[in-house]
């Protein structure tokens, strides 16, 4: 691509180091790791400070440059890769990287976008205190991608959404103007919550330069167990007994399939079974507790003992120590990205009603094994806040083109699914460039125009990642 004449320009604003014309140089920012997308851009910036980014935007809303901003290129709908027709500039904050402060006593952590979450998660154990959000791609995602997706993961069931930690932001608008909305107080009721509009806005209304979140007291005590039961009825009903003894204190209730499992053996570096025996679902169930008094331990086991007793069990591995938990999060962590050893996987982030999921599942695996015999489901996820990754893995020896071929009209069939159970067709993920086309099937014209009228006021210009959530 030729060397776009506002290269030389933003380069006065941010170094000439920091505008990335050369293919090979902006090669990383522009594909993602599922290799859906792959875009081409006149150049990759990386400012440094936030005046550095509102320097960038202002030059932009001046010359009517489109901007994609992007984190750490872990997002998994195509919303932080250019499009192809390389008239979007890539804006990534990696250089905002450093930890504003830390107020142990509030309970508070006020950080830049760039911090990758792992990073945020030991800052706050330096202090005795946790951040919860915890996914996957906690070692190379960042804080301000995982705000802007309003990212799940595996600690919502006591912790929340990402939406739920954030006390306050630092905004760069799409004209240029920073909004400096760093606030850490719990309680302040003077008019609309702005930052809200940018907590899962996918970066269309603007660009998170930095955040104020909640810390909570570190658990002192911690205890897991590898759970093998027959079906997610049983699941569900493990759930409810569960829930009902342990209250808060249940901080993380997974499922997963055997053949998700099975990959994880096979592809996972470090993966070990944990029951001797097979068994056709899997539940990672841990509690936790702030006190070193809490009997987390009895806890657990006169669940699972009374669980036994109901027959919902069919076998459990208790964690021996912190080795063991870490080994069994292992496994949970590491099934989004074994699947792709097993060939072509059409990708469903879905939520229902948590006591719809036994039956949900019934109906879409039943569903996608009709449309595409010997496809093998791999539906895993958050059993206790609703959100299920129902992916769908291709036959054995199938070609993975021809396979992939059918995405759409396999998740049009889950997708309805979904709408018979009143749930949602993106819980955690995000629409970005892969749903787009599918939100005005679920919303109604009113929330459809209520959310194009604040993309207009805020992006006039419409510059702002544009295409995103709402189609252009």
Known sequence: MERSPHADRIADLIGAA?????????APYLTEW?????????????????EEVSAVVTYAYQNDLKIVPQGGNTGLVGG????????????????????????????????????????????????????????????????????????????????????DLVLGLEIVLPTGEIWNGLRTLRKDNTGYDLKQLFIGGEGTLGIITAASLKLFPRPKKLEAAFIGLSDPHAALRLFSMAKAQAGPVLTGFEIMPRVGVE???????????????????????????????????DLMEGILGEAFEEGLVEDAAFAQNLSQVQDF???????SEV???????????????????????????????EFVPDCRPVPFGHIGDGNIHFNVSQPIGADKEEYLAKWDEMNSIVHGIVAEFNGSISAEHGIGRLKSGLLKDVKSNVEMDLMKRIKSALDPKGLMNPGRILED
């Open 339 to 369: 699947q792709k050893a097993e060939g072509g996987s059409i990708k469903h982030d879905i939520s229902v009603p948590v006591a719809t999921i036994p039956d949900f599942l019934d109906k879409a695996i039943a569903a996608v094994q």
């Open 34 to 50: 599922r290799d859906l997308y792959q875009g081409v851009t006149p150049m990759v910036l990386r400012p440094g400070t936030t």
């Open 80 to 163: 932080q890769i250019p499009q192809k027709s390389g008239d979007e500039i890539v804006l990534s904050l990696s250089r905002l990287n450093r930890v504003r402060s830390v107020d142990a006593a509030g309970f508070t952590i006020t950080v830049e976008s760039g911090v990758v979450l792992e990073t945020l998660q030991n800052e706050a154990e330096k202090v005795d205190r946790l951040f919860p959000l915890s996914l996957g791609a906690q070692g190379s995602c960042q804080i301000g991608g995982n705000i802007s997706t309003n990212a799940g993961g595996t600690a919502v069931l006591a912790y929340g959404n990402t939406r």
């Open 263 to 297: 990959f994880c053996l096979s592809h996972l570096d470090g993966a070990r079974d944990p029951l001797e025996g097979e068994h056709a679902w899997y539940i990672l169930m841990e509690l936790s507790s702030g006190s070193e008094a809490f009997p987390v331990r």
């Open 18 to 26: 920091n505008v990335l014309t050369d293919p090979k140089d902006q």
């Open 329 to 335: 999060w292992h496994i949970r962590h590491g099934m």
